[in-house]
Nanobody, 118 residues
Framework: QVQLVESGGGLVQPGGSLSLSCAAS????????MGWYRQAPGKQRELVAT???????KYGDSVKGRFTISRDNAKNTVYLQMSNLKPEDTALYYC????????????WGQGTQVTVSS
């Protein structure tokens, strides 16, 4: 089992920056991919960004060029640096960890709220 604890988030003005972090504990060697997804009210959960244990990254189209994901394998922590935030970035942000193989285990954090508003 893997447990994920998110931190960061909060209220920020449009154009501002914010950082999120997510620390994994438990069977961390079972984790390949770590990342972030978000869900706004009335919308489906969507990909924000992911990073593999080998540092291959993937971003959702709406955040490319504005968000940066990084990972510290020694600390079992993934980070999301968000800049030039827009009101449409407002959502509950969930940390995700995915295992290895064709049917990997999947773990979710409880979510942290990001609100972009003036």
């Amino acid at each position: 089992q893997v447990q994920l604890v998110e931190s960061g988030g909060g209220l920020v003005q449009p154009g501002g920056s914010l950082s999120l972090s997510c620390a994994a504990s438990g069977n961390t060697l079972s984790i390949n991919v770590m990342g972030w997804y978000r869900q706004a009210p009335g919308k489906q959960r969507e990909l924000v960004a992911t990073v593999t244990r080998g540092d291959t990254t993937k971003y959702g189209d709406s955040v490319k060029g504005r968000f940066t994901i990084s990972r510290d394998n020694a600390k079992n922590t993934v980070y999301l640096q968000m800049s030039n935030l827009k009101p449409e970035d407002t959502a509950l942000y969930y940390c995700n960890a995915e295992g290895w193989g064709t049917a990997p285990d999947n773990y979710w954090g409880q979510g942290t709220q990001v609100t972009v508003s003036s």
